[in-house]
């Protein structure tokens, strides 16, 4: 059977959506593969909003906003950019992060609308049908899936990604300026961090484990895999459910 | 949410053949039918006309419909139409949800109509899953305080003041000095007219004497407080302290001259600037025949980059006075660029010229040099170094930002640029705004400029600030951010992130909306990290339900 592709877009109002209206009165024509979702602005794309999209099968999902510079809400796009970072590298690792992609469509530019449509269908179509759709034969993947989707609605990444203007370019706490790079490279650490601690999380919420069979299941070394138990126990995710011998067993807290 | 049953009605336009000779709207409407809480589904030929509209009204009596989806158009367009015919016909209009399947669909699928008729099913899918989480939502007024406040009591802030004054409004002018008329009451003459300074200050009076200004001289601002069309303003003079109520703020607190310490052996009697030279017109007490001006003088350097705008035209104008008083004075002007654009500035610049005033260009890598009675500067026609006798020195300095101006900026949550000026909201469309509603820019706090441009700006700040006086409410959008106080930590992220300042923190040291200030964004929302604030509209679930039933008929 012929490959449909089905993409999700997120339009601001202001300028992707009213671009997208442009194309239509100006009948520029473009694969249906588009389905819309306006938000007010780009910035309000919440990276969990992708990542539920993704999970349920959609083959692609673009952001669309104002061009930097131009947004309505004069800086909203920027934080879209960061969000979207953020969520490209998480995603990545398992593969999807081809499948998302961040654009700018002024309202004045319906042309480029249809072009950017029928470009992404295109890269999509070359990538195949997302594997989501069949989820019974991924379970790995939407594991790994709902292991970031716990990520990007903890506290610690969103409070890092939000803070990352101030943190760069006014400076944190101390008034220290942290320059770009040594920022994504703290992202990055704990974006690693957080990822590792949300499967050892959600392997918890199945039953009592110990290190050792932990760090088979995620094929990490005991010693990181209790790092990150130490840490999760701090925040009370985590708790001891009983020792076996010399063995500790852990479990996650449902909160 | 309410608990009332959800019972929704879907509304799928035809607009002539623009939608059905591509959709096939009968079997759309069909398939609505078959939608969770749909009780009601109908297609007409045109949705917005008269009869459509009845339609719409008819449906929701008979069928007590309590959401409300049109597929048609564009929100963009027609989306104020339909949510007022919800509202007369007892539906709140935030109940009302608008699919696109002509200007997103049926026009740019023209070739596809199957595959056109598919998406739009998905879209009214979309929408009928997002309009079962759809909330009403009320639009509220908020009192608008008629008074302005206009800080800075020169020219920009004399203008303002009177203007806004003329119109009814009572304002409150607030000066640091002791009195009115800022840098014009150092000033001899003004450029291009050469009319004496003195009658441009006429204005002081009428200012002073106006029933609808009250005039604040050796006063500082000490707190402000509030938003759009609700300020607490705190002033302070000397010891005591003064509360009062504004509706909008202009700042017009204007910008000093540099002091050139330590360039051009600067000294303030031989070496002047050209401030202190229009203090030596006025008295007429100007003993030199050979006076040598340098423009540029500590602006346009990486320390300050910008160009001061009017320095050109102030020497131009006095190398004129001096040569009028004293026809046998030698004046020459070393400058980097000329800078008279216009029709009157470039005559001004000629006629200069014409009067004998010698002009030569000097390169910032080979700046002149002062000495005992000469200036050495090289000449970069003939390549070689030159001596101009010189009595007297004047060097043209750049405005610059008050040093304070920092705590006005922090007080009023505006920006300011690099080199401290205040910054406005958008430099081509929103000159004399910020994007923080009710507050304005006008003078040479925002950028250097010669009185005509602060006049005009003045008037402009003046009659935009209006737009918000003239109001005696303000309507407050319905879809708005709202913080859930359980979830929140106080950890301000919002509040450092909203574009207009709409988040301020409560008593307890919480996030709290001021409704009236919020455009709806949603920034905050997507980004603070307990998730305690909800954008109203669209919120999580309504976003989330159409994701979800997306990929639903695959």
């Known amino acids: 059977m012929e490959f449909k592709p089905k993409i999700l877009g997120f339009l601001c109002n202001w300028c992707s959506y009213a671009g997208a209206d442009l194309a239509g009165v100006s009948r520029i024509q473009y694969p249906p593969s588009l389905r819309v979702i306006r938000v007010m602005c780009s910035g309000r794309v919440e990276p969990i909003f992708v990542i539920r999209a993704l ?111 101030k943190i760069t370019e006014e400076g944190n706490v101390y008034e220290k300026i942290i320059p770009e790079e040594n920022y994504e490279e703290l992202l990055e650490d704990a974006m690693n961090a957080e990822v590792i601690r949300s499967k050892i999380y959600l392997n918890l919420q199945i039953g009592p484990l110990s290190v050792k069979e932990l760090s088979k299941r995620l094929n990490l070394d005991s010693a990181s895999v209790l790092k990150h138990i130490v840490t999760l126990r701090q925040q009370g995710k985590v708790a001891l459910d009983r020792i076996e011998g010399l063995t500790p067993y852990y479990i996650a807290i449902k909160v | 949410m309410s608990n009332k049953e959800v019972r929704i009605g879907v509304f799928v336009c035809h607009c002539g053949t623009n939608i059905g000779g591509v959709i096939d709207c009968p079997a759309l409407t069909e398939y609505a039918r078959t939608l969770p809480h749909v009780v009601f589904a109908q297609d007409n030929l045109y949705t917005c006309s008269e009869a459509g509209l009845a339609q719409i009204k008819k449906g929701i009596e008979e069928y007590n419909l309590n959401r409300v989806i049109v597929a048609s158009c564009s929100p963009r367009t027609h989306e104020p139409l339909f949510r007022a015919t919800c509202q007369e016909a007892g539906v709140n209009p935030y109940y009302f949800h608008f699919v696109n399947i002509r200007d997103q669909c049926s026009w740019v699928h023209m070739n596809e109509p199957e595959k056109a008729t598919e998406k739009a099913k998905d879209l009214i899918r979309m929408g009928v899953a997002r309009a079962f989480y759809l909330q009403a939502l009320e639009k509220n007024q908020v009192d608008i305080d008629p008074r302005a406040l206009v800080i800075g009591g020169g020219i920009a802030g004399m203008t303002v003041a009177l203007n806004l004054a003329n119109r009814g409004f009572p304002v409150k002018l607030i000066e640091r000095k002791d009195r009115l008329g800022g840098l014009l009451n150092d000033l001899n003459k003004v450029f291009p007219t050469l009319d004496d300074a003195t009658k441009l200050l006429e204005i002081k009076d009428q200012v002073l004497e106006h029933k609808n200004i009250t005039v604040f001289t050796s006063t500082m601002i000490k707190d402000v407080e509030g938003y759009v069309g609700n300020y607490n303003i705190t002033i302070t003079k000397g010891d005591e302290e003064e509360q009062f109520k504004v509706g909008a703020i202009i700042i017009a607190t204007g910008a000093e001259v540099l002091e050139p310490e330590g360039l051009f052996g ?31 003088t500590g602006a346009r350097t990486d320390e300050r980059p910008y160009c001061s705008g009017i320095c050109c035209m102030v020497a131009l104008k006095n190398a004129q006075l001096i040569k009028e008083l004293n026809p046998d004075a ?22 200069t010229r014409a009067k004998g005033i010698l002009f030569l260009k000097y390169s910032p890598d080979r700046p002149p040099y002062v000495e005992e009675d000469h200036v050495r500067v090289l000449n970069q026609f003939i ?98 951010a709202r913080v859930n106080e359980e979830l929140c930590v106080g950890c301000g992220i919002c509040m450092k992130l909203c574009p207009y300042d709409a988040i301020a923190r409560t008593e307890d040291g919480l996030a709290h909306v001021r409704e009236v200030v919020c455009k709806g964004c949603g920034l905050c929302g997507a980004s603070c990290p307990e998730q305690a604030i909800t954008i109203l509209h669209f919120t999580n679930d309504q976003i989330l339900a159409q994701i979800k039933v997306l990929m639903e008929g695959e």
Request: hydrophobic fraction near 40%.
């Open chain 1, 55 to 165: 999970e349920n099968g959609l083959d692609g999902v673009i952001v669309m906003g104002c061009h930097l510079g131009d947004c309505h809400y004069i800086d909203g796009n920027y934080e879209a950019v960061n969000k979207f970072k953020m969520l490209q590298k998480l995603l990545n690792p398992i593969g999807l992060g081809d499948r998302i992609r961040l654009e700018w469509v002024s309202a004045s530019e319906g042309v480029r609308f249809g072009q950017v449509i029928t470009e992404f269908t295109e890269h999509i179509k070359s990538l195949g049908p997302s594997p989501l759709r069949e989820k019974e034969a991924n379970q790995q993947l939407l594991e790994e899936l709902e292991a970031i989707a716990r990520v990007v609605e903890d506290f610690r990444l969103r409070a890092l990604v939000a803070r990352k203007r």
């Open chain 2, 383 to 480: 390549q070689k170094e030159v001596q101009i006798p010189a009595d007297l020195v004047v060097l043209s300095t750049p405005l610059v930002a008050y040093e304070d101006s920092k705590n006005l900026a922090q007080l009023l949550k505006v920006p300011r640029e690099a080199n401290g000026f205040f910054l406005e909201a958008h430099v081509k469309l929103r000159p004399v705004d910020f994007a923080t509603d009710g507050v304005f820019i006008c003078g040479c706090a925002h950028w250097p400029k010669d009185i005509n441009d602060t006049i005009s700006q003045a008037l402009g700040a003046a009659s935009r600030a209006s737009t918000i006086l003239a109001h005696r409410t303000l309507e407050v959008e319905g879809a708005v």
């Open chain 2, 266 to 296: 600067y000294d303030g009697k031989k070496v002047i600037t050209q401030l202190q030279l229009e203090k030596i017109l006025k008295e007429k007490t100007l003993d030199a025949k050979n006076v040598v001006m340098i423009q540029c």
């Open chain 2, 330 to 351: 030698q004046i020459t002007i070393l400058y980097r660029d000329i800078l008279t654009p216009g029709t009157e500035y470039e005559k001004f610049y000629r006629d």
